[in-house]
């Protein structure tokens, strides 16, 4: 599970739906909530959680996605496997993971050292921790 430590910076709710925004670092995160609990509040600190699985990568991004949550990361390594690639990727002061399929890194020519952005939709971000 990789793990980003953020303070909550917004949240707007409408029923039992939420957006909670937060900032990590410089970068801006969003995530949806069906109920808070236990409720957070602005200016909270919390520990973020997504599954490696559900982080994405691009290179040489460029246009508008709808996924709010874009990291700037570098590549620190690449564990190659038959059918699976798993990246360790430097964001901020943190350490994340993505687990995409081996045809995606290698038609991506993914390297250590390269820059990349990693994707995490607002519904798979979670939080794990409150302090």
């Known amino acids: 599970m990789n793990r980003i430590n953020a303070t909550v910076t917004a949240i707007q709710s409408v029923d039992n739906l939420s957006v909670v925004a937060f900032e990590a670092g410089n970068q801006a995160l969003r995530m949806m909530a069906l109920g808070l609990n236990p409720p957070i509040e602005v200016g909270a600190r919390v520990t973020l959680g997504a599954k490696a699985t559900n982080v994405a990568l691009a290179k040489n991004l460029s246009g508008t996605l709808s996924m709010s949550n874009q990291l700037a990361c570098v590549v620190e390594s690449l564990e190659k496997g038959?059918?699976?690639?798993?990246?360790k990727l430097r964001f901020n002061d943190s350490t994340l993971?993505?687990?995409?399929?081996?045809?995606?890194?290698?038609?991506?020519n993914l390297e250590v050292g390269d820059e990349v952005v990693a994707l995490i939709k607002a519904?798979?971000?979670?939080?794990?921790?409150?302090?």
């Open 97 to 108: 993971q993505s687990v995409i399929t081996l045809a995606s890194a290698l038609s991506m």
């Open 82 to 87: 038959a059918l699976l690639c798993a990246v």
């Open 123 to 131: 519904s798979e971000l979670s939080i794990l921790e409150y302090h």
